[in-house]
């Protein structure tokens, strides 16, 4: 391995906060845009342990709470929540495979937002439903096909063996 090698892996996740932030609102829709910051966490929970992993998280929710301060606090748990259960996971389940990977990214993002809907308080009744039922799968697809191919694209940059099956 190289010396440059061990930057790839903060180059793009670099590359996806900056796509959060300059790309993401001109994807469409903001409840179902692609959540790069989300997605860059759950790249690095591929890599991680838990507990580094939940730290991380933590850092990102409360990165997100300072941005929408209606519901703070909701953010920093969901996010520490995700990147402890994500790092977690991939113990259990094959984190070399592309498909276990976007699902991991759709559940994910799911969560998060599950997490976000129910500990805000803000949504109620139909709300919720139409939130966790129909645009938090949306989001989450986006995400898990932005981060499928991210992870196909530079693979290997960020030292993750991909197989097809």
Known sequence: MRRSDKYRVWVILAVLVALQFSVRNRLGNERTAPDFLLLALLIYTIRSQPGRSAAAGFVVGLLRDALTPASFGAGALAHTLVGYL???????????????NGCLFFAGT??????????????KGGQLGWELLVWSPLQSLTTAVAGVAVLWLFGRWLAIRLSES
Not at 110 to 117: F, P, Q, T
């Open 86 to 100: 994500s790092a977690w996971g991939k113990a259990v389940f094959f984190a070399e495979n592309l498909f276990v």
């Open 110 to 123: 799911w969560c998060r937002n599950v997490v976000v809907a129910l500990a805000s308080g803000k949504l």
